[in-house]
């Protein structure tokens, strides 16, 4: 930018920075800004549009409209000139707006006369606060320089606006993260909690947008800027990383070490913002453009630079990730993301998780559902609304979150929590109960496992063992791969929780959406379909094997199940059985003791299983349908897309003649037969399984109360019926005539 308006801007940053510092209210203090800025940048107009709701902007001062305009004018996010700003976050700069595109004319402002049109977007870190225009009556269009100055204006009215400077009468005005917020996310894990926030990533508040002396902020940003380089360097030398994490590291030092970004916030410097304004003005920027890029590899590249951002923040302002605030009572954490190790170190303190980003298969909500924590994902914007200690409220079940919710709101949702906690009663006077049908069935509950996190909810939940211990979430939470005699401690401890009763221990589930990060992440264009599971354990033994060691010595001469997940053909399941059966005879070799009794069965996932021939029933010891997995192939699904993911019900009667045949074959055979999907541990579908002969099911322990009190209420010859019955009259699903049988039911 030129020195001349360098220092123009400067100037006029000043200028504002000193009106800004007389006391007066926020209407008066907004006049003031819009007279100067349209004197300083030598237009006619000046004019401030805010946000009174998200989807509505409102004049809120101008300087050249007709002032009965203030607060009169709205216009809708998208419409008119200023709507289009604002829902780009990009400039518009026009010389002719009456022929632009999208022009609204309105004509209680008496702008027809303006020609020429400059709009930039008053947003902060990704929040959008507001439009700032400049108009003038001759048609020419705004410099470089010119749209330049006005973002950095811009910039420090959007800093002002979170520090309360314009808080005055009306909804445009009001003061920033008071309003109630709804958040209507997805589903990570069910359950309702109340609480107030508390963020992962504290924010950064900068108190001095406008600094006088620009060399002395320009060495402060070289300095931080230095430091940052330097804790990156030394995050990449650390010992422990392996090539793919130093890859990524390396991407990010090259943001850090980007001259353009430095230029740029130098740029701001010398344009009047301080150190800290500067690196928000560049953060904004970067967020901005991240929502405009469709691409997930660039997406994240901006996500760096967003932390890289965050990181420079911190140490500028020196408010370090421990801002010092103390974790409010009942916290309920607030993040854009978070890791399932950093989540396991909050630990059961939370009372619920609310994150921007996620996904129901990913390891946070995996973590989140052993902790038995209510977790809503894909709340857009939640990070940017909320502050620390904000009451929140988060309805798990239905995906909703209420940020500051109204009383009203409050009361209805304590009353969804009291009727739970009643539920909750209910089910735990049921614990040492059998789920024995009406008509004498007994249907065993087992729950399903991976982290030591689990291991309370076995005596908790009155669950009849393990059904499935997910084994690679233990690999999932580490930074390394772990050795054989930590997991064969580990799965001792597994074993004993279980006190006696049985744990099906499955091996590696590895790949598609369960990435090791310290494995060589596989460039594969379906990896849902790709080198997972057993596919990788046959491929390269070696951990399969070390696997396999851990937990013979774990069993230490007890009983010990082996389940090998995802296989598709026969041949598969007995290459991995006589892996396993090798390493007994090794064991045995060494003189170690080998389990009393060994089972060894197949998860059946893929529909083929279940055509494979009988040899294949014969030869396993047991068989598990894993439904989240089958259901997405025999629907042809992805269980981790949310456009399809709920699309198809395993109450179809396609689905449910599957898992009657599957049923069917193992009984020829005496094959025991369970079901260990997602599934298993909604009431409706596991009476369907139930009713179709289904005696074990295994499913997440909060579950097995609402599945125990249904089964206990039901007769399960008469559900058989039902489904029968719906089938022959040729229905597609059975569902509405289960759930009007179950109407009629009487406890
Ligand atoms: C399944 O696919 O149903 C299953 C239980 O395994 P996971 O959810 O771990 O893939
Ligand atoms: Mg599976």
């Not at 233990?474 to 744990?503: C, S, T, W």
């Given at each position: 930018?030129?020195?001349?308006?360098?220092?123009?801007?400067?100037?006029?940053?000043?200028?504002?920075?000193?009106?800004?510092?007389?006391?007066?209210?926020g209407?008066?203090?907004?006049?003031?800004?819009?007279?100067?800025?349209?004197?300083?940048?030598?237009?006619?107009?000046?004019?401030?549009?805010?946000?009174?709701?998200?989807?509505?902007?409102?004049?809120?001062?101008?300087?050249?409209?007709?002032?009965?305009?203030?607060?009169?004018?709205?216009?809708k996010?998208?419409?008119?000139l200023?709507?289009?700003?604002a829902?780009?976050?990009?400039?518009?700069n026009?010389?002719n707006?009456?022929?632009?595109?999208?022009?609204r004319?309105?004509?209680?402002?008496?702008?027809?006369?303006?020609?020429?049109?400059?709009?930039?977007?008053i947003?902060?870190?990704?929040?959008?606060?507001?439009?700032?225009?400049?108009?003038?009556?001759?048609?020419?269009?705004?410099?470089?320089?010119?749209?330049?100055?006005?973002?950095?204006?811009?910039?420090?009215?959007?800093?002002?606006?979170?520090?309360?400077?314009?808080?005055?009468?009306?909804?445009?005005?009001?003061?920033?993260?008071t309003?109630?917020?709804?958040?209507?996310?997805?589903?990570?894990?069910?359950?309702?909690?109340?609480?107030?926030?508390?963020?992962?990533?504290?924010?950064?508040?900068?108190?001095?947008?406008?600094?006088?002396?620009?060399?002395?902020?320009?060495?402060?940003?070289?300095?931080?800027?230095?430091q940052?380089?330097?804790?990156?360097?030394?995050?990449?030398?650390?010992?422990?990383?392996?090539?793919?994490?130093?890859?990524?590291?390396?991407?990010?030092?090259?943001?850090?070490?980007?001259?353009?970004?430095?230029?740029r916030?130098?740029?701001?410097?010398?344009?009047?913002?301080?150190?800290?304004?500067?690196?928000?003005?560049?953060?904004?920027?970067?967020?901005?453009?991240?929502?405009?890029?469709?691409?997930?590899?660039?997406?994240?590249?901006?996500?760096?630079?967003?932390?890289?951002?965050?990181?420079?923040?911190?140490?500028?302002?020196?408010?370090?990730?421990?801002?010092?605030?103390?974790m409010?009572?009942?916290?309920?954490?607030?993040?854009?993301?978070?890791?399932?190790?950093?989540?396991?170190?909050?630990?059961?303190?939370?009372?619920?998780?609310?994150?921007?980003?996620?996904?129901?298969?990913?390891?946070?909500?995996?973590?989140?559902?052993?902790?038995?924590?209510?977790?809503?994902?894909?709340?857009?914007?939640?990070?940017?609304?909320?502050?620390?200690?904000?009451?929140?409220m988060?309805?798990?079940?239905?995906?909703?979150?209420?940020?500051?919710?109204e009383a009203?709101?409050?009361?209805?949702?304590?009353?969804?929590?009291?009727?739970?906690?009643?539920?909750?009663?209910?089910?735990?006077?049921?614990?040492?109960?059998?789920?024995?049908?009406?008509?004498?069935?007994?249907?065993?509950?087992?729950?399903?496992?991976?982290?030591?996190?689990d291991?309370?909810?076995?005596?908790?939940?009155?669950?009849?063992?393990v059904?499935?211990?997910?084994?690679?979430?233990?690999?999932?939470?580490?930074?390394?791969?772990?050795?054989?005699?930590?997991?064969?401690?580990?799965?001792?401890?597994?074993?004993?929780?279980?006190?006696?009763?049985?744990?099906v221990?499955?091996?590696?589930?590895?790949?598609?959406?369960?990435?090791?990060?310290?494995?060589?992440?596989?460039?594969?264009?379906?990896?849902?379909?790709?080198?997972?599971?057993?596919?990788?354990?046959?491929d390269?033994?070696?951990?399969?094997?070390?696997?396999?060691?851990?937990?013979?010595?774990?069993?230490?001469?007890?009983?010990?199940?082996?389940?090998?997940?995802?296989?598709s053909?026969?041949?598969?399941?007995?290459?991995?059985?006589?892996?396993?059966?090798?390493?007994?005879?090794?064991?045995r070799?060494?003189?170690?003791?080998?389990?009393?009794?060994l089972?060894?069965?197949?998860?059946?996932?893929?529909?083929?299983?279940?055509?494979?021939?009988?040899s294949?029933?014969?030869?396993?010891?047991?068989?598990?349908?894993?439904?989240?997995?089958?259901?997405?192939?025999?629907?042809?699904?992805?269980?981790?897309?949310?456009?399809?993911?709920?699309?198809?019900?395993?109450?179809?009667v396609?689905?449910?003649?599957?898992?009657?045949?599957?049923?069917?074959?193992?009984?020829?055979?005496?094959?025991?037969?369970?079901?260990?999907?997602?599934d298993?541990?909604?009431?409706?579908?596991?009476?369907?399984?139930?009713?179709?002969?289904?005696?074990?099911?295994?499913?997440?322990?909060?579950?097995?109360?609402?599945?125990?009190?249904?089964?206990r209420?039901?007769?399960?010859?008469?559900?058989?019926?039902?489904?029968?019955?719906?089938r022959?009259?040729?229905?597609?699903?059975?569902?509405?005539?289960?759930?009007?049988?179950?109407?009629?039911?009487?406890?």
């Open positions: 930018m030129p020195e001349r308006s360098e220092s123009e801007s400067r100037k006029l940053l000043k200028r504002l920075r000193d009106s800004l510092a007389v006391p007066g209210k209407q008066d203090r907004l006049d003031r800004i819009t007279s100067l800025i349209a004197d300083s940048m030598g237009t006619e107009v000046c004019s401030i549009y805010l946000f009174r709701d998200s989807e509505t902007l409102e004049l809120c001062a101008t300087e050249g409209l007709n002032p009965d305009a203030v607060h009169q004018t709205r216009l996010l998208g419409e008119g200023v709507g289009r700003v829902r780009s976050a990009a400039p518009v026009t010389g707006a009456p022929a632009e595109r999208g022009f004319f309105m004509p209680e402002t008496g702008e027809e006369i303006y020609s020429s049109f400059l709009g930039v977007p947003q902060r870190v990704g929040e959008k606060l507001g439009v700032l225009v400049v108009q003038s009556r001759n048609q020419r269009e705004y410099s470089d320089d010119e749209i330049y100055a006005l973002e950095v204006v811009a910039m420090v009215l959007a800093e002002m606006t979170e520090l309360g400077a314009f808080i005055g009468e009306g909804e445009a005005l009001s003061a920033k993260h309003q109630p917020v709804l958040f209507r996310g997805n589903t990570g894990q069910e359950g309702a909690a109340e609480g107030n926030v508390w963020l992962h990533e504290a924010r950064v508040v900068v108190t001095n947008p406008v600094a006088d002396d620009p060399v002395a902020e320009t060495e402060r940003i070289r300095a931080a800027v230095l940052l380089r330097v804790s990156v360097d030394d995050l990449l030398s650390a010992a422990s990383l392996d090539k793919e994490q130093k890859q990524v590291l390396e991407a990010y030092r090259l943001f850090a070490h980007s001259r353009g970004w430095l230029r916030m130098e740029e701001d410097i010398g344009a009047g913002l301080s150190a800290e304004a500067a690196v928000q003005k560049e953060q904004s920027a970067a967020r901005a453009r991240m929502e405009q890029v469709p691409d997930a590899y660039l997406r994240d590249r901006l996500h760096d630079l967003d932390d890289l951002s965050h990181r420079l923040l911190r140490i500028l302002t020196g408010q370090g990730k421990d801002t010092g605030a103390a409010p009572e009942n916290p309920v954490l607030v993040a854009r993301n978070i890791g399932p190790a950093e989540l396991l170190d909050y630990g059961r303190k939370l009372r619920g998780v609310v994150l921007e980003e996620g996904s129901v298969g990913s390891h946070a909500a995996i973590v989140a559902r052993a902790l038995a924590i209510p977790l809503v994902i894909h709340a857009e914007r939640v990070t940017t609304e909320a502050l620390n200690g904000d009451h929140i988060v309805d798990g079940d239905q995906g909703i979150v209420h940020l500051r919710p009203t709101v409050a009361a209805a949702f304590r009353d969804k929590i009291a009727m739970q906690a009643k539920a909750q009663e209910r089910y735990a006077s049921l614990r040492g109960l059998p789920a024995q049908s009406k008509d004498g069935a007994v249907v065993k509950l087992q729950m399903n496992a991976g982290l030591m996190a291991l309370p909810s076995l005596e908790s939940s009155g669950a009849e063992g059904g499935l211990f997910r084994t690679e979430l233990q690999f999932l939470i580490r930074n390394q791969m772990p050795k054989r005699d930590e997991l064969a401690r580990l799965y001792a401890r597994v074993m004993d929780a279980a006190q006696g009763h049985k744990v221990f499955r091996t590696l589930d590895i790949g598609s959406d369960k990435v090791l990060p310290y494995m060589k992440p596989q460039d594969e264009p379906n990896p849902a379909m790709g080198w997972r599971a057993i596919r990788v354990g046959l390269k033994p070696g951990v399969l094997r070390m696997q396999l060691q851990a937990l013979l010595r774990a069993s230490n001469g007890r009983d010990l199940t082996v389940m090998f997940p995802f296989i053909e026969q041949h598969e399941f007995a290459s991995a059985r006589s892996h396993l059966l090798r390493e007994v005879h090794r064991e070799s060494l003189g170690h003791p080998v389990p009393k009794d089972k060894i069965g197949a998860m059946l996932e893929t529909p083929s299983l279940a055509f494979a021939p009988r294949f029933f014969e030869t396993t010891d047991f068989i598990s349908i894993g439904g989240n997995d089958l259901k997405q192939f025999f629907f042809a699904a992805d269980r981790e897309n949310e456009r399809v993911r709920r699309r198809y019900d395993v109450l179809n396609s689905f449910l003649n599957l898992i009657e045949q599957i049923i069917q074959r193992c009984a020829e055979t005496d094959t025991p037969l369970s079901f260990c999907g997602e298993a541990g909604r009431p409706i579908e596991a009476l369907c399984f139930a009713a179709l002969g289904i005696r074990t099911l295994s499913m997440r322990p909060a579950s097995i109360g609402p599945v125990k009190a249904l089964l209420r039901v007769d399960l010859t008469a559900a058989r019926r039902v489904i029968d019955a719906a022959a009259e040729g229905a597609e699903t059975v569902r509405p005539a289960v759930l009007d049988w179950l109407a009629t039911q009487v406890d």
